[in-house]
C-alpha cells in the first residue's frame, strides 16, 4: 500500500503543532466533518471548507486508507445566536416562507449536494442528520447529567461548565480560559435559566409554537446545537477516532463544546487530530451570509453578480481553491478568478499535449524525483499550491517536449501520466471533461467579449440601432450585457 511509504505530517489545532499521522487502527482513517446548516443556500466560504475536507479524504483514499467519512447534516437545533439564543434557524426560515421546516432542510440539502456534485465532491461514507439521532442525543444527555456534569432548569438541560472546568480545561482547543471567558461574557435577558451564562444548552424546551420538538424525560423540546456532532460521531467513528475538521470559526463554542461533552460523558475528547480550514474572505471580509457578504455557487458559475466579470466553470472555481493551503485565508477577488483561469487552461491544455508525446531514449525530466516532491507537498498538511507549483514544472517540461525541446521514456512518460492523473483527476479532484467545456465557455467569452467591442463601436459611431440590435438578441439567447461606467459585463442565463 502506498500509504506504507508516505508519512503525512497534520496540523493538528489542539497543539499547535504538525505532527506524524499516525491512524488509530493501521490502514484505516475515521474523519468527521460538522456539516451545513440547511437553512439557505451554501455559499462559496461554505463550500471552501468542504473542498478542503473533501481534498484530504481523496488523498487518505488515494494512499490506499479504507476511509469512513462522516459528514452531518444539521436540520434541528442550530439557534440563530451562539448564546442558545433566538429561533432555530430552519424554523425562522419555515415561517418566513410560509412551508413546514422540513421542506426547508428538503430544500436546502438539495441545493447543497447539487452544488457539491458540480464541483466534484466525493460524496462522504456517512451523511447522518440531527434529526434522525434525537435518541442518541437524549441518551447523551442523561449520561453527562448521571455524572454531575449538566442539570435540569425548567424543562431545559444546560452543561455546567464552572464544574466541569474543576476537573478539565475548558478552552483547551481555543485557548481560551474560563476566567477570561466570564469576564468578557454579557449576561443577555433570557439566559436566567443557566447557573453562568459560560454554560450551554443540551436541551432546550419548546416554546408552545415552535414546531420541531420531541418528547424527553425533561421537557418536549429539542437538542442544543453542539449535541449532534458528539453523538454522531462517536456513533459512526467509536469513543476515538482519527480526525475531526471543520471550518475555523467552529472552533469556540461548537468544537470547544463537543470536547467537554464528550469527556462528561465518556472521560476523554475522541478526536487524535483537530483539523480547522480557514475562511474564504470578499472584499476583505470573512464571507458570511449573516453579514450580505456572499455569493452564491451558481451566481459565480453564471456571472450572474455585482462582483465578477463573467462566470467561472466549477473547475476553475475548483483549482482557484487549490491554489492556497486550507490554512490561510483565501479572498475571493475577480482577478483572483481570471489568473486562476489561465493556470487551469494551460494545466489542461498541458495534459493533452501529453498523448502527444513520442518516447525518445533518454528523458531530460526526472519524472520519479519530481512524482516525490508532488507526495512530500501533500504529505505535509496537505499543501496544495506547493503541488500546483510542482504540476506546473512538468506543464513547462511537457510545453517544451511538445515543441521538441526535451525528451522522455516510454516508462517515464508513462509514470508522468499517471502521476498527473492522480494528482490532477484523483486529488485534487478537478476533471478531465472541465477542459472541453472549459475550452468552449472559452471560445463563448471570447465571442461576446467580441461583440460587446462591436457594439461599443457601435455606439461611438453613433449607430444606436446596432447596439441595441446586439443587446436586445443577446439577451434573447439569455445573455445579458450589464453597462457600468468602467465598461460592459455579462451574465449567461
Ligand atoms: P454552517 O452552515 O453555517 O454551519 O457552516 C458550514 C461550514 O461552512 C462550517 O464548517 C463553517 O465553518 C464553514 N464556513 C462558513 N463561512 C465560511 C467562510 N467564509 N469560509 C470558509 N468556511 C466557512
Ligand atoms: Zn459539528
Known sequence: MLFENQEIKIYNSLSGEKEIFQPITKGYVGMYVCGPTVYSNVHLGNVRTFMSFDMIFRYFKHLGYKVRYVRNITDAGHLENDAD???????????????????????YT?????????????????????????????????????????????????????????????????????????????????????????DF???????????????????????????????????????????????????????????????????????????????????????????????????????????????????????????????????????????????????????????????????????????????????DDFNTPILIAHLFEAVKFINLATDNKATITEADLSLLISTINSFVFDILGLKKNNNQDDSGANKLSATIELLIKLRKEARINKDFALSDQIRDELAEVGITLKDHREGTTYSIK
Open 85 to 107: 439564543l433566538g429561533e432555530d434557524k430552519i424554523t425562522k426560515k419555515a415561517r418566513v416562507e410560509e412551508i413546514e421546516p422540513m421542506e426547508v432542510v428538503q430544500r
Open 110 to 198: 438539495v441545493d447543497f449536494h447539487n452544488v457539491l456534485n458540480t464541483l466534484n465532491f466525493l460524496p462522504p461514507s456517512i451523511e447522518p442528520t440531527a434529526t434522525g439521532h434525537i435518541i442518541e442525543q437524549i441518551e447523551l444527555i442523561q449520561t453527562i447529567i448521571d455524572k454531575g456534569l449538566a442539570y435540569v432548569v425548567n424543562g431545559s438541560v444546560y452543561f455546567d461548565v464552572h464544574k466541569y472546568n474543576e476537573t478539565n480545561e475548558y478552552g483547551i482547543l481555543s485557548k481560551r480560559k474560563l476566567e477570561d471567558l466570564i469576564h468578557n461574557t454579557r449576561s443577555l435577558d433570557g439566559q436566567s435559566d443557566k447557573r453562568n451564562p459560560q
Open 201 to 379: 444548552a443540551l436541551w432546550k424546551k419548546a416554546e408552545p409554537t415552535h414546531i420541531m420538538r420531541w418528547s424527553s424525560p425533561w421537557s418536549d423540546g429539542f437538542p442544543g446545537w453542539h449535541l449532534e456532532c458528539t453523538a454522531m460521531s462517536t456513533k459512526y467513528l467509536g469513543d476515538r477516532f482519527d480526525i475531526h475538521g471543520g471550518g475555523m470559526d467552529l472552533k469556540f463554542p461548537h468544537h470547544e463544546c463537543e470536547i467537554a461533552q464528550c469527556k462528561a460523558a465518556k472521560g476523554n475528547d475522541p478526536v487524535k487530530y483537530w483539523m480547522h480550514a480557514n475562511m474564504l474572505e470578499m472584499n476583505g471580509a470573512r464571507m458570511s451570509k449573516s453579514s450580505g457578504n456572499y455569493v452564491n455557487p451558481a451566481e459565480l458559475f453564471s456571472g450572474d453578480n455585482k462582483i465578477m466579470s463573467k462566470g467561472f466553470s466549477p473547475g476553475v472555481i475548483r483549482f482557484f481553491m487549490m491554489q492556497a493551503s486550507y490554512r490561510s485565508i483565501l479572498d475571493l477577488t475577480n482577478d483572483g478568478l481570471l489568473a486562476a483561469e489561465k493556470g487551469f487552461n494551460r494545466l489542461m491544455e498541458a495534459i493533452n499535449n501529453l498523448d502527444k508525446l513520442v518516447p525518445q531514449a533518454s528523458s531530460s525530466f526526472n519524472v520519479s524525483e519530481w512524482k516525490q516532491k508532488c507526495y512530500d507537498a501533500m504529505n
